[in-house]
């Protein structure tokens, strides 16, 4: 540190008080006794006065020794410092305070910059370790240097109001208990409000303490749920104003050097409620001889490359929340409006940049050549897949003729492949919340999957391939979509549970596709079907974003890359921004510290996946608990879908809403469970496992807290568990018809 005029001196030679502390608080870090006894030319018995007068500024509070022999002033904060995230201001960006900042004062004003992207997005509760440097009177700016594993304890409750301040009752299942809110910390929070709280340090007595960090609207308002749903998992909601602005200010796109594709009649086929439409396609049969029967497709993908560039606030919020997530009630999308919905959204009559996938498939399904290209195009129509399904049923073209006949005859191919393959083909039925216009549940009814749905998932399959295959050609960097193997523990847990439905495994074979094809195919039309595709499904890994290749064991593809959804991935933004680097198609490629990094990108975005599929989970539940709640004390059918210490998890079979019947509730006596069969046994022979039918009456319900409690009816006998029957004490077996294989 360069020498400093001496001034600020008192008569006795020495620095007073205001000017050590000024001189403190203008420093970046702590300075020993010897600075600045240096600093203002302090020798022999002046550094010794020197010494009583910072122990005397100590006493006082006014400053603190650290490091051994260096000091700061007490409220200033340190160089780095652990941060925690305690909610977002009206522009998005974070609200943080310091973690272990005891000062009487003001608390802190930090300004946080962006986080690098090797570091997951912080959220709500979220610590982090930051660089701290000074911007003003007790005002900084935070950078970012990683996250730390702990977090504090931050719970979604509902707020009442007493005498003495308020009680906040938790809105998660297995949390028990309130906790009381002091009077004047209730952030204005009136009767049944949705509050995030802080939990404060226990005491002997009373009630547990917490401090109401945000008031997140009226419990009964609509979207209420999600909204739950959202602050549970640390979901960012509000687009900062300076990412609203970037994409408020893209431009259409203009022809340039993209080729042409406007009279190509290239159309979308989504679901009726979809408002961003990332893929359109065509298909035309391959005219040239050597692909006799073979097809010419084209999968035309939004090209928000062109709009979203690496290191840009747009890129940032965009990696940030790493994907859209998708409730009953709203959508919340990875990109602003403007272009999710807008400039990248491939609406009709409206031309749009894209990056265009021309793949010929041979008559058999196998991907023989592609092409991609930087394009403009025009669809030529908004099609849902109902609408699809019904005009292929009656023989119609909503376009052209022959121009979905096209569409279907590809699809029929690849299909073909797809089977021959031996790709993992589980029947899981899915249920779609209703809700009417006042966004209360009016029904839970199951959603039809048609071909015309099948028909865009294998053209995006196809694509997908193709992104792999070329950027490995490239040799680019590839963000892949893995899906490994089962691992051998869990394939014991699967032997286990199949072993209840007749099903034998082979212990020590390795399990492909195809073998559990099989196990499927012998229980389809059983009373168990579902429950055996559901136990199929829990034993295979989760698929992530990886640059290390494993393969997509799932849909027995070596080679498999996620392109087809930029508006809603972050993952397929990166596949195309390495197809433009490598085929040199333009601006927006990828960087080098982009490319640099796709193991700690993989790795965030795929917790951000995990996130969303959480809090989407989360959101439905509780929906179905509301449902549930206005059928309070009605009896329904249902299925064991799950079992442990506890009790069962039973779904109604009409609807699918799950709830669960406490092990204390079950009728024959005090339960045991048995952890290899996943049986629960009671003291009186009753046994309940997955896969039984049961009656259920809707005991407890609450939507906001996704809380439904069934009691079992008919106390007794639960059915009897499928598969092979104990022997006759004769020795002769009885055929169970069951176990034939259907056709």
């Known amino acids: 540190m360069a020498k400093r005029k001496i001034d600020g001196l008192g008569p006795d030679g020495l620095p007073t008080s205001d000017t050590i502390l000024g001189l403190l608080k203008s420093s970046n870090e702590a300075l020993p006794t010897r600075e600045i006894a240096r600093i203002y030319s302090l020798k022999g018995p002046q550094r010794t006065a020197l010494r009583e007068r910072l122990r005397e500024l100590q006493d006082a509070g006014s400053i603190e020794r650290v490091q051994g022999r260096r000091w700061r002033v007490t409220a200033l904060l340190p160089p780095v410092a652990v941060l925690e995230v305690i909610g977002v201001d009206d522009e998005g960006d974070l609200k943080v305070r310091p973690v272990n900042h005891s000062s009487d004062g003001p608390a802190p004003q930090i300004d946080v910059r962006a986080a690098p992207r090797s570091m997951p997005a912080p959220g709500l509760g979220d610590r982090f370790v930051a660089r701290l440097s000074p911007k003003g009177e007790n005002r900084y700016v935070a950078t970012p240097l990683r996250a730390t594993e702990s977090k504090s304890e931050s719970v979604v409750g509902r707020y009442r109001a007493t005498e003495d301040g308020g009680r906040i009752t938790p809105l998660e299942r297995g949390r028990r208990g309130d906790f009381m809110v002091a009077a004047g910390e209730n952030e204005a929070a009136t009767d049944g409000d949705l509050v995030v709280v802080e939990m404060l340090p226990a005491r002997r007595l009373g009630l547990p303490q917490a401090r109401i960090i945000e008031n997140i609207g009226a419990g009964n308002a609509p979207g209420a749920i999600s909204r739950i749903a959202l602050h549970r998992a640390g979901i960012p909601v509000v687009f900062p104003e300076v990412v609203i602005s970037e994409a408020e200010a893209a431009k259409p796109p203009t022809l340039g050097k993209r080729t042409d594709l406007r009279d190509l ?81 491939l609406r009709p009559d409206e031309d749009r940049a894209c990056l265009a996938a021309d793949l010929w498939i041979d008559k058999d399904g196998q991907l023989k050549r592609h092409r991609f290209r930087r394009a403009l195009m025009r669809s030529v129509a908004r099609l849902t897949y109902e609408e699809v399904q019904s005009a292929r049923d009656a023989g119609e073209d909503p376009v052209a003729p022959g121009h979905l006949d096209n569409l279907y005859k590809a699809y029929e191919c690849l299909s073909a492949a797809r089977t021959a393959r031996g790709s993992l083909e589980l029947e899981l039925p899915e249920r779609r919340i209703v809700l009417d216009e006042d966004g209360q549940v009016e029904n839970i009814v199951p959603v039809s999957r048609f071909d015309s749905h099948k028909l865009i998932e294998e053209f995006m399959i196809a694509a997908n391939v193709a992104a792999a295959r070329e ?273």
């Open 265 to 345: 009649p290239l159309v979308t086929i989504d679901g009726a409620d979809a408002r961003d439409f990332d893929d359109a396609v065509f298909a035309e049969p391959d005219e040239k001889p050597d692909n006799k029967g073979g097809w010419h497709l084209v999968v035309a993908i939004a090209d928000v490359a062109e709009y979203v560039r690496p290191g840009s606030p747009l890129d940032r919020e965009a990696f940030r929340r790493g994907n859209s997530v998708y409730f009953p009630d709203r959508v919340v999308p990875m990109l602003p409006e403007a272009l999710s919905n807008g400039l990248c959204s």
């Open 471 to 743: 950027l490995k050609r490239l040799r680019q960097p590839v963000m892949f979509r893995i899906h490994d193997e089962p691992s051998i523990e869990k394939l014991e847990d699967l032997r286990d549970m199949l072993a209840g439905f007749g099903v034998k495994l082979t212990r020590g074979k390795a399990m492909r596709p195809k073998d559990f094809n099989g196990i499927l195919s012998r229980v389809r039309g059983e009373a168990h079907e579902r429950t055996v595709n559901e136990i199929i499904l829990r034993s295979q890994m989760q698929a992530q974003y990886d640059p290390d290749n494993v393969g997509h064991f799932g849909l027995g593809l070596r080679d498999y890359a996620h392109f087809t959804s930029p508006i809603r991935r972050y993952a397929d933004l990166l596949v195309h921004r390495a197809l433009i680097s490598g085929l040199k198609l333009g601006d927006g490629g990828l960087d080098e510290s982009e490319a640099g990094r796709f193991s700690e990108i993989g790795e965030h975005i795929s917790k951000t996946e995990r996130r969303a599929v959480s809090a989407e989970r989360d959101a439905n539940d509780r929906y179905t608990a509301a449902f549930l709640e206005k059928h309070m004390g009605q009896s329904f059918s249902g299925t064991i879908r799950g079992t442990n210490r506890a009790g069962l998890f039973v779904a109604i079979d009409d609807n699918g809403a799950e709830g669960f019947v406490p092990a204390s509730r079950l009728p024959g006596g005090r339960p045991r469970f048995d952890a290899r069969s996943r049986v629960l046994k009671t003291e009186h022979g009753g046994a309940y496992k997955m896969g039984d039918s049961v009656e259920v009456r809707i005991a407890e319900a609450d939507g906001l807290s996704g809380s439904a409690i069934f009691d079992l009816l008919d106390a007794g006998q639960p059915s009897r568990p499928a598969g092979p029957q104990k022997r006759r004490k004769s020795g002769r077996k009885r055929p169970d018809k069951r176990q034939k294989k259907r056709r």
